[in-house]
């Protein structure tokens, strides 16, 4: 069993690193010895979940890890519920959609709809990024139990303060409880100094998010835009959206 959770751990940072890994980070990315790091490489290379660039030496993922992520996108309900209603956003907005989940601390793209400008925000599905930054984080971590709530906080305090919020704590709990109140979060240059986001949770019936949708642009477009206009409106597809599931799954 140990064998296959440093293989997964392994996968996981392999689709993480951009432009790849060399067996020297991935040795230093897990923590496992050099030679352990190279055999489970090349174990995830003849399986087909991992490419070695001849030239280079690197290893990247292989397209089996897609088989997975559409195994994934084909039988989510709340994928497929989402997908036209985010259609319909981006074609109103004409900027792009994002469709966003919390695991753990952390918030991941699991769907996204691109703006048909030239300009635009660009989110690649499985993108990992922290709570703390960014209109959807605010949203997911606004919309989660207390409890939870304040343990992925201590963890960011205690151990991620590299990623702490850009106005600092205090401003961002206080941001957190207008989030609660209004429904939906914006975001100026959070993660990116050039984007503008702003956010609505799609709620379970106890009121924890589900998941977040978002709509981005470059910060000059939407600062001239109606942002309460776009917000009222995302969050009109959100609460369409969570009636669906809900439909679903009583």
Same mark, same amino acid.
């Given at each position: 069993?140990?064998?296959?959770?440093?293989?997964?751990?392994?996968?996981?940072?392999?689709?993480?690193?951009?432009?790849?890994?060399?067996?020297?980070?991935?040795?230093?990315?897990?923590?496992?010895?050099?030679?352990?790091?190279?055999?489970?490489?090349?174990?995830?290379?003849?399986?087909?979940?991992?490419?070695?660039?001849?030239?280079?030496?690197?290893?990247?993922?292989?397209?089996?890890? !897609?088989?997975?992520?559409?195994?994934?996108?084909?039988?989510?309900?709340?994928?497929?519920?989402?997908?036209?209603?985010?259609?319909?956003?981006?074609?109103?907005?004409?900027?792009?959609?994002?469709?966003?989940?919390?695991?753990?601390?952390?918030?991941?793209?699991?769907?996204?709809?691109?703006?048909?400008?030239?300009?635009?925000?660009?989110?690649?599905?499985?993108?990992?990024?922290?709570?703390?930054?960014?209109?959807?984080?605010?949203?997911?971590?606004?919309?989660?139990?207390?409890?939870?709530?304040?343990?992925?906080?201590?963890?960011?305090?205690?151990?991620?303060?590299?990623?702490?919020?850009?106005?600092?704590?205090?401003?961002?709990?206080?941001?957190?409880?207008?989030?609660?109140?209004?429904?939906?979060?914006?975001?100026?240059?959070?993660?990116?100094?050039?984007?503008?986001?702003?956010?609505?949770?799609?709620?379970?019936?106890?009121?924890?998010?589900?998941?977040?949708?978002?709509?981005?642009?470059?910060?000059?477009? !939407?600062?001239?835009?109606?942002?309460?206009?776009?917000?009222?409106?995302?969050?009109?597809?959100?609460?369409?959206?969570?009636?669906?599931?809900?439909?679903?799954?009583?």
């Amino acid at each position: 069993m140990r064998a296959v959770e440093r293989a997964l751990e392994l996968l996981v940072h392999l689709a993480q690193a951009r432009g790849g890994l060399a067996v020297t980070e991935a040795h230093q990315v897990t923590g496992l010895h050099k030679a352990t790091a190279h055999r489970l490489l090349t174990t995830l290379e003849r399986c087909g979940f991992a490419v070695q660039d001849p030239a280079t030496r690197r290893y990247r993922p292989g397209y089996r890890v !897609l088989e997975l992520a559409a195994g994934f996108l084909r039988d989510s309900e709340l994928v497929e519920v989402a997908l036209p209603e985010m259609r319909y956003v981006r074609d109103k907005t004409r900027e792009t959609v994002t469709l966003y989940v919390r695991e753990g601390a952390d918030r991941i793209c699991i769907q996204r709809v691109e703006s048909p400008q030239s300009v635009r925000q660009v989110v690649s599905i499985g993108e990992r990024y922290p709570l703390t930054r960014g209109a959807a984080g605010k949203v997911l971590l606004a919309f989660t139990a207390d409890e939870e709530r304040q343990r992925v906080l201590q963890e960011y305090m205690a151990r991620r303060t590299q990623q702490a919020p850009v106005h600092g704590w205090e401003a961002f709990i206080g941001e957190l409880d207008e989030v609660r109140h209004l429904s939906w979060a914006i975001s100026h240059g959070e993660r990116d100094p050039q984007v503008t986001a702003i956010a609505a949770p799609i709620l379970s019936a106890d009121g924890e998010a589900l998941a977040a949708l978002s709509v981005s642009g470059p910060a000059t477009r !939407l600062a001239v835009a109606d942002t309460a206009a776009i917000a009222r409106e995302v969050v009109e597809v959100s609460n369409h959206i969570a009636r669906r599931l809900a439909m679903i799954n009583p």
